[in-house]
């Protein structure tokens, strides 16, 4: 079946700290992949997405690559602020073929805390 | 322009009883999917309602339906409330036959006793 692994948290990182969140993914065909955030107490925001393999999604200092041959669509940051702590959910959309958009499948998130 | 809004914030029920949940697209999108998320887990997709009609449906029970208005509006509902429909439930808006991103909502957390 088509799903998302993440990597376990929660994650603790200093202020200025290199954030990796490891994402790794099943599914049939090609799908697009997301990286969502989720700050407490609200819904989710889309942070970036890639829809074909080597691209690479980027916003607010965030990176991440589909990589096709390892199934992969890890997020980095290169440097931390107590602001980015939310809980970080890794997804891919897969094509509904009787029209409308796609449907998500979400990992389980990782929750991610900086400290001062 | 508005975002996705949904309504209410918060909800309590009582096992048993039915809830209606309410969401309104963001302004231009005519998709609206809908989305169960239980404390500490990631949002597992309920269904999808585009030209007034469900699309599409995950691995959820027929207690839960829904229905989407001409004016691109959209209710869940969910009758004979159990302990674990208790969750923060997601509405999602995109346009349909394009590749979109979905914009979510703040969600309405539902707590049934």
């Known amino acids: 079946g088509n799903s998302v692994t993440q990597m376990e948290g929660p994650v603790t990182l200093s202020e200025e700290a290199f954030l990796t969140i490891n994402c790794t993914y099943t599914?049939?065909?090609?799908?697009?992949l997301f990286w969502y955030v989720q700050y407490p107490g609200e819904g989710l925001q889309l942070l970036l997405k890639?829809?074909?393999?080597?691209d690479k999604g980027s916003n607010k200092g965030f990176e991440a690559t589909y990589r096709k041959e390892t199934t992969s669509f890890h997020l980095e940051k290169g440097s931390v602020q107590v602001s980015d702590s939310a809980v970080y959910f890794c997804?891919?959309?897969?094509?509904?073929?009787?029209?409308?958009?796609?449907?998500?499948?979400f990992g389980k998130g990782t929750k991610l805390t900086v400290n001062p | 322009d508005a975002g996705v809004t949904q309504s209410p914030t918060h909800l309590i029920k009582t096992r048993g009883q039915q809830v209606t949940l309410r969401c309104s697209p963001k302004?231009?999108?005519?998709?609206v999917s809908w989305y169960q998320q239980a404390l500490g887990q990631g949002p597992q997709f309920i269904f999808q309602?585009?030209?007034?009609?469900?699309?599409q449906r995950g691995n959820f029970p027929d207690r839960f339906s829904g229905h989407q208005f001409p004016n691109y509006s959209s209710e869940l509902n969910v009758n004979a409330l159990l302990l674990g429909d208790s969750a923060l439930y997601l509405c999602?808006?995109?346009?349909?036959?394009?590749?979109?991103?979905?914009?979510f909502g703040p969600g309405t957390r539902l707590l049934v006793l």
């Open positions: 999602a808006s995109s346009l349909g036959l394009v590749q979109e991103t979905q914009y």
């Open positions: 309602y585009y030209e007034e009609e469900e699309r």
């Open positions: 997804a891919l959309s897969l094509s509904i073929t009787q029209g409308g958009s796609e449907k998500l499948v």
């Open positions: 302004s231009g999108h005519d998709t």
């Open positions: 599914a049939t065909g090609y799908p697009s």
């Open positions: 890639a829809t074909k393999a080597d």
